[in-house]
Structure formats: C-alpha cells, structure tokens
C-alpha cells in the first residue's frame, strides 16, 4: 500500500509546527522521519493517522486523498498505552471487530510472533517495559494493517531491549512486508531499520535531506559503513538555520 504526503503544513496557535512536507512511500518500505526534539515528526504521523485532521496540503493512500482515521493504519505510540483492566489477550484484541474473526485464535498468533506465548492471561501491572511493548506491537498488527505508524516506539526501553525489539519489528516485517513510517530522533535506530530516511530540521520542521539505503536487513550494528553515514546525518543536523548550504538528495549503499 502506498501513502504520499503533499505539501502537508500544520499551524498551532499561529505557530508553524511543520512546513511544506511532501513524501511518498513504496509498498512494504519502512520510512524513518529522524530529527531533533521540535521538528513536528509527530505531527507528521498524527495527521496521517487521522488523530489530527487541522493540517493543509493533501495525504493520500494508494491515490485516494484520506482526512481521518483509517482502518488500514495501526499505530504504535511511545509507551504502550494498554488497558489496566483487561489482560493481554483482551488488550491485544480489543479493535478486533467481525462475527467472522476468531478473535482467540487471532489473538495467540500475533502474541506468538512477539514472543508471548502463554503469557495472555497476564495484566499489564505484571509485564516489563519490554513485555508490554511487544503486546502494543501485537495489538497493532493484529488488524491486518497495511500502513504502520510507529511514533519512537522503543524510546523509553534499556538499551538491549530496544535492541531486541529492533529485531522483533524486522522480523516481524519480513513476515508481512507492511509499510511503515517510523518516527525517532536515534539515528542507529533509523539506519539499521528503515529503507529510507528523511531528515527533518527547523521550526518549523522541513525536510532537509533523504537518504536511501539499498543494503538488506538486517544491517551490521556498528559496521564502519553506518558509522560514516552517522556522521553524514549528523553533520546535516548541527547546520544553522540560514546557512547557504545546499542538501540534496543522498543515495548511499551500506
């Protein structure tokens, strides 16, 4: 499924939050909207998710134009955000709608694939950051969504765990193909996960530069290859506002 962004601004309280940002998606890519703190990559997601309809411009999804919430988009925020009276599995598939889904059945498969099976019958106040994030990622996918938004997902995890969660979300992926648009402001986080990345700066936020990245996943964690393109995403940005320097689209192989 395709989604494309056309000159898509949002203005809070007569403040630009984000300006001008056009982008589109291939079928099955993981996109990574990567900046600093304030640039509106948030923004960004909330608006194609449909949770915020107040922007201009035009989002489309496979060339339909869409303002709202829809049903081919799941969505994972930065904490896990479960139900604390319902269990896992009652989490897990609680937008689970059809006389014809066995919801049950449904349920364990996507807990299978995050690796919690045998723990549906557990409540939120017993799992580790780690656990309920994975039941987040479970409820999410369960729908079948063609379009999954992940807004800093692994942002508030240890280290390893968010390690481990990187490759649960790629293995997950090769399962599915699912597009997705991955916002993060963790530049190893967005080189070793996504297809593509496109660099936000300013405030308002604009699209700086994108980088491509043609090398399949997963990556090397660490190699010299991602540490030169850190560098490079780095460099991009410490630019001053203002400053006359021309960023244009980089296309790397890594």
Not at 9 to 28: D, E, H, L, V, W
Not at 53 to 81: D, V
């Amino acid at each position: 499924m395709s989604l494309e962004l056309k000159e898509v601004s949002r203005t809070f309280n007569g403040t630009p939050a984000i300006n001008n940002i056009s982008f589109r998606t291939k079928s099955g890519e993981i996109v990574g909207l990567l900046g600093t703190s304030g640039c509106g990559k948030s923004t960004i997601l909330r608006s194609i998710a449909g949770l915020d309809t107040r922007y201009y411009g035009e989002i489309t999804i496979n060339q339909k134009r869409t303002k709202g919430i829809q049903a081919s988009i799941g969505y994972i925020f930065q904490e896990p955000r479960l139900l604390p009276w319902l269990n896992v599995m009652e989490n897990v598939t609680f937008g689970l709608t059809g006389k014809k889904i066995n919801k049950k059945q449904r349920g364990l498969d996507y807990l299978k694939s995050v690796g919690l099976s045998q723990k549906e019958k557990l409540y939120p106040k017993q799992l580790s950051g780690g656990m309920a994030q994975r039941v987040a990622i479970a409820r999410a996918l369960v729908t079948s969504p063609e379009i999954l938004l992940l807004d800093e997902p692994f942002s508030a995890l240890d280290a390893f765990t968010k390690m481990q969660l990187q490759d649960l979300l790629l293995s997950i992926w090769s399962k599915y193909q699912t597009t997705m648009v991955l916002v993060t402001h963790d530049i190893d986080e967005a080189l070793f996960l996504c297809d593509r990345i496109l660099i936000l700066r300013g405030q308002p936020g604009t699209v700086s530069a994108e980088i491509v990245l043609e090398q399949s996943k997963p990556r090397l964690r660490g190699s010299q290859e991602m540490a030169t393109l850190k560098a490079e995403i780095l460099e991009i940005l410490q630019l001053e506002r203002g400053e006359e320097k021309s960023i244009q689209e980089k296309r790397y192989t890594v």
